[in-house]
């Protein structure tokens, strides 16, 4: 069974600071997405990485995956009140694009 | 646009009964998934479908049963519904199998088996 950990489970923070999220595993995937989650809603995709050591960025999120392409990181500079919510990081494994989660960060940023 | 659409939003289920969670996508996906959420557990893939007729297993599919008649469709059977079962269930869709493709995650079901 191919497991993702995700830490830290949570995180409170002023406005205005900056937070780093990771996302650990010993398997490799074919790419790695990272899911923001609203209460009561669906999770929404914010971006995919597919290739070892491939940085991206949205804004004020920075997103990298490993070189190996068995770990990722989200980087949030600045956090904003609307930053707050659940975020997941998903590997894809195998052909069929099934997902495996890791458990999520609840993150609150306080204003 | 719709996207994923799941009915009901909400539902107590007792022990031992038995219910279909629906889900209907309108983007004309072949690639369709069930997924359940437990507190601090992530999301656990219980079924999935390449296309219509076509369905698979995920990890945590006992308990469950799923079937695939038309490619907007993708309704999630509870035969005998169990305490362990309580969870927030999404569908979700993409266009094809790629690692790198985008799933579309419907709002979801909670279940509550009492």
């Known amino acids: 069974t191919q497991l993702l950990e995700q830490s830290p489970q949570f995180l409170s923070i002023q406005e205005g600071e900056n937070l780093t999220v990771y996302c650990n595993s010993s398997?490799?995937?074919?790419?790695l997405q990272w899911y923001r989650q609203e209460p009561g809603e669906g999770p929404v995709l914010l971006v995919t990485v597919v290739t070892g050591g491939e940085v991206k960025k949205l804004k004020r999120l920075t997103f990298q995956f490993g070189d190996a392409r068995k770990d990722s990181s989200l980087h949030i500079t600045a956090a904003q009140p609307g930053d707050t919510g659940l975020y997941l990081c998903?590997?894809?494994?195998?052909?069929?694009?099934?997902?495996?989660f890791g458990a999520g960060t609840i993150l609150r940023v306080k204003s | 646009n719709a996207g994923v659409t799941q009915t009901p939003k909400f539902r107590i289920l007792k022990i031992g009964q038995s219910m279909t969670l629906q889900c209907t996508q309108d983007m004309n996906h072949n690639y369709m998934y069930w997924y359940r959420q437990d507190p601090g557990m992530g999301l656990k893939l219980i079924y999935y479908?390449?296309?219509?007729?076509?369905?698979d297993k995920g990890e945590v599919p006992n308990g469950y049963n799923v079937s695939r008649s038309t490619t907007e469709d993708f309704p999630l059977r509870l035969e005998l519904a169990a305490p362990s079962q309580t969870s927030v269930y999404f569908c979700?869709?993409?266009?094809?199998?790629?690692?790198?493709?985008?799933?579309?995650f419907g709002p979801g079901t909670r279940l509550t088996v009492l």
């Open positions: 398997s490799v995937f074919s790419s």
């Open positions: 479908s390449v296309g219509a007729g076509i369905t």
């Open positions: 998903a590997g894809a494994v195998e052909y069929g694009n099934k997902l495996v």
């Open positions: 979700a869709s993409s266009s094809s199998g790629l690692a790198a493709d985008t799933q579309y």
